[in-house]
T-cell receptor, first 113, second 110 residues
């Protein structure tokens, strides 16, 4: 079955540590996205990539980094520079010309202690 | 003012009831609209795309009113399994950017 796999589902880290969240898709989609969801707020875009080896900052990119070395993979690193990293992180992809029709992974819930 | 606004609810309705949610958007450059369903602590899943004045899919009907800048989602014959948060999402034509509402929570009781 095609889909998006995120790992880990739950992650606990100490302040000051970098963490990397994995996102892999087998839908053959070019476009991939990282969103952050906080209670009482809409999803906010962190980074997106329309094609391999290219990515752009979203609305809240500060303190995050990404890479897109393969079409299937779009990992997100939450660096120690991110002031409020505790959140639910969602990776998504979309087919060409279907920007609003996102397929999401199950999410990674990061808690910084 | 938020660019996409939804009543957070919760809407508590009995099984079999009809319930409707509204979502208002402020940017007239918005061109496409979507409803997503999100279960508690899970990922959002696309429920319906709304490209023209509206569309229907089984018990679900979405309508778009461009003049008043709102979209609505109507659920008929509510089931217990419809209990979830419904996210309104708007695609802005000028930036090709998706704007997510904060969601409306629906609780269907027996």
């Amino acid at each position: 079955d095609g889909g998006i796999t995120q790992s880990p589902k739950y992650l606990f880290r100490k302040e000051g540590q970098n963490v990397t969240l994995s996102c892999e898709q087998n839908l053959n989609h070019d476009a991939m996205y990282w969103y952050r969801q906080d209670p009482g707020q809409g999803l906010r875009l962190i980074y997106y990539s329309q094609i391999v080896n290219d990515f752009q900052k979203g609305d809240i990119a500060e303190g995050y980094s990404v890479s897109r070395e393969k079409k299937e993979s779009f990992p997100l690193t939450v660096t120690s520079a991110q002031k409020n990293p505790t959140a639910f992180y969602l990776c998504a992809s979309s087919a060409p010309h279907r920007v609003g029709e996102l397929f999401f992974g199950e999410g990674s819930r990061l808690t910084v202690l | 003012r938020k660019e996409v606004e939804q009543d957070p609810g919760p809407f508590n309705v009995p099984e079999g009831a009809t319930v409707a949610f509204n979502c208002t958007y402020s940017n007239s450059a918005s061109q496409s609209f979507f409803w997503y369903r999100q279960d508690c602590r899970k990922e959002p899943k696309l429920l319906m795309s709304v490209y023209s004045s509206g569309n229907e899919d089984g018990r679900f009907t979405a309508q778009l009113n461009r003049a008043s800048q709102y979209i609505s989602l109507l659920i008929r014959d509510s089931k217990l399994s419809d209990s979830a948060t419904y996210l309104c999402v708007v695609l802005r034509g000028d930036t090709d950017k998706l704007i997510f509402g904060t969601g409306t929570r629906l609780q269907v009781f027996p």
